[in-house]
């Protein structure tokens, strides 16, 4: 073959291997496979595709914008960022682009600069309503509440059937105290949307906050009748009946919600703590046993169980949850917790100790496990290291009222009469001084009764004022008091009749009456206290005075506890009258008027105590609270370093203060250094673990945050601020799976909590 014809072959099988070849995408192709990407969720792909995108059209907006949303289905905010700005460089009028990038400077609290892009928006598409309801979010987190509410009605001008924007100028309204406009609002909600449950559950609780009770139950009843297959109205109206004493319909309401859900867990756990708490054993062992059916490994319903078979003394069943759990989660502390309970009732003492000293070198702040080491020590008989740890427990949690109660029995019976009545005095004083000790003052809640209340949220502090004055007790040792109440009762009433000067006796006797709900009881005690002093001719009348100024307290404090503020307030204020010098009125009335949402009386009220008692750090504290809910931070700031000033180591103070101050960036470290502190004090505290993770996070510092949010949770698993908080870090951290998981806990657990918002708005960048 010569050389020619050999170069012609070759040269017509190089053209048919060129013509073969795959040929390089043009970008018309690398856009369609990028969006083809996008909507089959393959987002790295889809980023890889739009990069090269915008490498052969580097003005291409749709090109940036689809990089934009890629990375931001990624997490990976700082890419997504910059191809947005990387838009507007292009077309620096895409509404688009502007509406992301205000997004995330509200996320960032860079207000100013939000509310300029959506302005820009605005002049070109004034009826851009996404737009509009993003500039009353702005509006909202600067407290800037008329003109929310202005903004939603602009948007109600535009879209008259626009459900959101008539549930949330309801929200505002009510906020600014606005009660009938945000009524009014509610009804057009549900006039423009009949099939949607929000509006309806959201104008009960108008009503049952402002315990309008008929009404309230009317709206539920009406909706249950328009939605007869919701069964989170069957709920809530079964808690409606339980909060009103009614439990044969709380019962029918609890029995439909599962009827109508077969598959709710959260219906069955409402519906055996209904019967645990209204003594049907068997019914609500069948309803736990169902939950744990539908959720078969979830440790919170098997620690559900195992300590309901602890109160009911069946010890095997209860072992064999314990034990469950800890083969699956050896480091779940309730579980560990309920294993020295356990191994108590098993009488194996040792085993018991032992294990309490070793939790007790991991949570060294534990009140409860040195509770349970003075019950072990009284069950082997051994007083003195009862007494010890039983004032250890006290030391650590003064509100713990098991363990005084426990502690003042113990002196009682030793005949230390005056340590036991120096105890109860104390006991009062934080009853009615301390609004964050979590076995005082919380709202009830059927489904979790030990839940903490954070004062950093403000809704929470309404339910605490509104919440029972002498504390909400714990299932255990609401059932510890009542197993001994009637012999508690007869000791004090004899150490009383001694000497009917000894108030804080009395206050323990009232206290008892109050934990047994035996109100009309405790009143008329109250009554009689009063003439007893009165005819008491051994003391001069200033004592006297003081005395019956005590008894007017603890009389109103009854009150408050029927949800009577009217006639608690006018005690009060009587009590002040009587004995201007005698402080703990002023601190009820200032929650009276904190439960009444009137900010400005509440903190006239501190103000009062400061001017009596300027060296108080609480009044300064509570102060700090309130100028945050009314978004005064320089007067919140003030206060809360005021009382640090005070007291240094005021722990929950150290915490608000890092708190509030992390929400400025350039104080970040000095905020990290008050958390820290909060820490040292009291280290075990998951509310100091929630701010010390979110200024982690606000530093960058995702591994760290993730540490502690994760303990956070674990020890309040139901607070909507700390699922959220951990559900961000995932969130950066790119795993949208824990991300989702942790958002959609919180807006579950609530829908209105401060970052509420923003954690829909994530959810629905992930989904």
């Known amino acids: 073959m010569n ?48 990069k090269k995108a915008t490498a052969l059209l580097p003005e291409s907006v749709e090109a940036w914008s689809g990089l934009g949303d890629a990375y931001l289905k990624l997490g990976q905010t700082r890419a997504a960022i910059d191809a947005y ?22 996320l960032g609290e860079r207000f100013d600069a939000a509310e300029g892009k959506v302005q820009k928006i605005l002049k070109i598409e004034p009826v851009n309503t996404a737009a509009l309801f993003l500039l009353a979010d702005i509006y909202q987190q600067s407290n800037r509440l008329h003109k929310a509410a202005d903004t939603y009605q602009r948007i109600i001008i535009i879209a008259p059937d626009n459900k959101e924007a008539y549930l949330r100028l309801a929200d505002v309204l009510a906020r600014q105290g606005d009660i009938a406009y945000a009524e009014s609002n509610l ?25 309008d009770y008929q009404m309230a139950e009317a709206v539920l009843l009406d909706a249950i009748r328009v939605l007869p297959d919701n069964a989170d109205l069957y709920i809530a109206l079964g808690k409606f009946y339980f909060s009103r004493n009614n439990t044969a319909k709380a019962e029918d309401a609890f029995t439909r919600a599962i009827e109508k859900a077969p ?20 019914k609500a062992l069948a309803m736990y046993n169902t939950a744990l059916d539908h959720a078969p490994h979830n440790p919170r319903i098997m620690t559900i169980l195992a300590e309901f078979h602890l109160e009911t003394r ?25 294993k020295v309970r356990l191994l108590t009732a098993e009488q194996a003492y040792d085993a018991a100790l032992a294990l309490s000293d070793r939790l007790l070198g991991e949570r060294p702040f534990s009140d409860e496990l040195y509770r349970l080491k003075g019950t072990i020590y009284l069950q082997k008989g051994d007083t003195d290291l009862a007494k010890s740890a039983f004032a250890k427990a006290v030391e650590i949690s003064p509100g713990d009222i098991n363990a005084r109660i426990r502690l003042a029995n113990i002196y009682l019976e030793e005949g230390e009469i005056e340590k036991a009545r120096q105890l109860n005095q104390e006991l009062f004083s934080l009853l009615h001084e301390n609004f964050n000790v979590d076995v005082i003052l919380g709202a009830a809640s059927l489904q979790n009764p030990t839940d903490d209340i954070s004062l950093e949220s403000s809704q929470s502090l309404f339910d605490v004022a509104s919440g029972n004055p002498f504390g909400t007790f714990r299932v255990e040792r609401l059932k510890g008091l009542r197993e001994k109440y009637d012999e508690m009762i007869e000791n004090f009433e004899t150490v009383l009749a001694d000497n009917p000067a000894l108030i804080g006796v009395f206050e323990s006797i009232i206290l008892m009456h109050v934990a047994n709900e035996a109100y009309e009881t405790a009143l008329k005690k109250c009554d009689q206290q009063v003439l007893r002093l009165k005819n008491n001719t051994a003391l001069p009348q200033a004592r006297i005075n003081s005395l019956i100024a005590a008894v007017y307290n603890l009389k109103g404090g009854v009150y408050l506890a029927m949800g009577e503020r009217a006639e608690a307030e006018a005690l009060f204020q009587k009590a002040i009258a009587l004995a201007p010098h005698y402080l703990k009125p002023y601190y ?14 509440a903190i006239s009220q501190y103000q009062v105590l400061l001017d009596r008692n300027p060296r108080e750090a609480e009044p300064h504290m509570m102060l700090g609270v309130l100028y945050k809910m009314k978004k005064d931070f320089r007067q919140a700031e003030a206060h809360y370093r005021r009382a640090l ?28 250094k008050f958390v820290l502190k909060a820490k040292s004090l009291e280290g075990d505290d998951p509310y100091i673990r929630d701010t010390l993770g979110w200024i982690y996070y606000k530093m960058g510092l995702y591994e760290d945050a993730l540490r502690e949010l994760k303990l956070c949770v674990e020890k309040i698993p139901n607070n909507a601020t700390a699922n959220y908080h951990l559900g961000m870090v995932y969130y950066r951290m790119g795993d949208t799976v824990n991300a989702a998981r942790y958002l959609e806990n919180a807006l579950d657990l609530s829908q209105h909590f401060y970052e509420a918002e923003q954690a829909r708005e994530i959810l629905n960048r992930i989904s």
């Open 588 to 601: 009820a009335l200032a929650r009276v008027y904190l439960a009444d949402r009137d900010l400005d009386k």
């Open 263 to 282: 598959e709710n867990v959260g219906a069955y756990l409402l519906a055996g703590n209904f019967y645990s708490a209204t003594g049907d054993t068997q």
């Open 645 to 672: 000033a005070i007291d240094p180591s005021f722990a929950k103070a150290a915490n608000n203060l890092a708190y509030l101050l992390s929400k400025q960036p350039d104080k970040l470290d000095e905020a990290l």
């Open 85 to 106: 700005n990387r838009v507007l460089e292009i077309a620096p009028d895409n509404t688009d682009a502007l509406l992301r990038l205000a997004r995330f400077d509200l």
């Open 187 to 211: 009804l057009d909600a549900i006039r423009v949307s009949p099939e949607a449950a929000t509006p309806r559950l959201m104008l009960f609780n108008l009503y049952y906050q402002r315990k």
């Open 3 to 50: 050389r020619i014809c050999l170069f012609s072959i070759m040269l017509m099988v190089l053209v048919q291997v060129v013509a073969c070849s795959p040929q390089p995408s043009g970008p018309t192709e690398l856009l369609a496979d990028a969006k083809a990407f996008s909507t089959g969720k393959d987002y790295k792909r889809a980023v890889a595709a739009y």
């Open 314 to 338: 069946d010890i095997p069943s209860a072992k064999n949850y314990i034990d469950t759990i800890l083969n699956e989660r050896p480091g779940y502390f309730p579980a560990r917790l309920l």
